[in-house]
T-cell receptor, first 114, second 116 residues
Framework: AQSVTQLGSHVSVSEGALVLLRCNYS??????LFWYVQYPNQGLQLLLK??????LVKGINGFEAEFKKSETSFHLTKPSAHMSDAAEYFC????????????FGKGTTLSVSS | DAGVTQSPTHLIKTRGQQVTLRCSPK?????VSWYQQALGQGPQFIFQ???????QRGNFPDRFSGHQFPNYSSELNVNALLLGDSALYLC???????????????FGPGTRLTVT
């Protein structure tokens, strides 16, 4: 069975500081991995995805993530935080076949202070 | 190009009642998935519809049922509502295959269901 663990339910950074949100996955097959962002009272927006191509994936809004098979990790980073990055972030996994469910982590709330 | 749309935005129901939520997928998408997101939690997969049939189902009771129409839109029905069904219900659509893009799911804004 697949699962996702997001380490740290809350992360606080200062504006301009590095953002690092951690995600570890468990999968019996090569996974597809995703990061989504959710702003208050809104749905989820896809930030980036890993689908077995390049291990360093660049997404929207300056975010990127690196797939590390040996560490079963897919951590999300951004070099310089902006106030508008404050939101809930979810890591998700599915297997590499069409029509499968996304399994989400519990989420990490990112706070950005000025 | 309209994204995924859901209706209604908010809904208040009483225990024991039945509810129907609606979803229109993103243009060009043929697969619709439904998720339940309880407060402070990540979304949980309910089921997925493709070619008007339920293709995959999560760990939800039979009180949760769905339907997909020929135009790919979908409905989620919940019978005999419980207080614990209060949540944000999210619909997501996926593009047709082949290729890894079929794994991408694009979410609507959700329907907030409150059961009293």
């Amino acid at each position: 069975a697949q699962s996702v663990t997001q380490l740290g339910s809350h992360v606080s950074v200062s504006e301009g500081a590095l953002v690092l949100l951690r995600c570890n996955y468990s999968s019996s097959v090569p996974p597809y991995l995703f990061w989504y962002v959710q702003y208050p009272n809104q749905g989820l927006q896809l930030l980036l995805k890993y689908t077995s191509a390049a291990t360093l994936v660049k997404g929207i809004n300056g975010f990127e993530a690196e797939f590390k098979k040996s560490e079963t990790s897919f951590h999300l980073t951004k070099p310089s935080a902006h106030m508008s990055d404050a939101a809930e972030y979810f890591c998700a996994v599915s297997d590499n076949q069409a029509g499968t469910a996304l399994i989400f982590g519990k989420g990490t709330t990112l706070s950005v202070s000025s | 190009d309209a994204g995924v749309t859901q209706s209604p935005t908010h809904l208040i129901k009483t225990r024991g009642q039945q509810v129907t939520l609606r979803c229109s997928p993103k243009s060009g998408h043929d697969t619709v998935s439904w998720y339940q997101q309880a407060l402070g939690q990540g979304p949980q997969f309910i089921f997925q519809y493709y070619e008007e049939e339920e293709r995959q189902r999560g760990n939800f009771p039979d009180r949760f049922s769905g339907h997909q129409f020929p135009n790919y839109s979908s409905e989620l029905n919940v019978n005999a509502l419980l207080l614990g069904d209060s949540a944000l219900y999210l619909c997501a659509s996926s593009p047709p295959g082949p290729g890894p893009s079929v794994s991408e799911q694009y979410f609507g804004p959700g329907t907030r269901l409150t059961v009293t």
